[in-house]
């Protein structure tokens, strides 16, 4: 079992920055891919990025050189440093984390671009 828990949401101005952080704990001796999705009022949940246990990182085209995904193995915690944001980021972030073939979920953070 994989346990996750995020913080770093909140509310910033456009064109801010929030690092977001997702920690996993429980019994597991490594995990795989650590990522984000995250889902607006009225959308689809879309992908943001995600990174191998090796520490290869993937975008979608929406965040790419803005966002940048990273990871701490030796803490089993994966990082979301948002720059530039924009109203559109504004959403309910998720972190997943990869173990044994299935996705485990974090409960979310609220991320609210707006001046």
């Known amino acids: 079992q994989v346990q996750l828990v995020e913080s770093g949401g909140g509310l910033v101005q456009p064109g801010g920055s929030l690092r977001l952080s997702c920690a996993a704990s429980?019994?597991?001796?490594?995990?795989?891919?650590m990522g984000w999705y995250r889902q607006a009022p009225e959308r689809q949940r879309e992908s943001v990025a995600f990174i191998t246990s090796g520490g290869a990182p993937t975008y979608a085209g929406s965040v790419k050189g803005r966002f940048a995904i990273s990871r701490d193995n030796a803490k089993n915690t994966v990082y979301l440093q948002m720059n530039s944001l924009k109203p559109e980021d504004t959403a309910v972030y998720y972190c997943y984390a990869d173990f044994q073939g299935r996705h485990y979920w974090g409960q979310g953070t609220q991320v609210t671009v707006s001046s």
């Open positions: 429980g019994s597991f001796f490594s995990i795989g891919a």
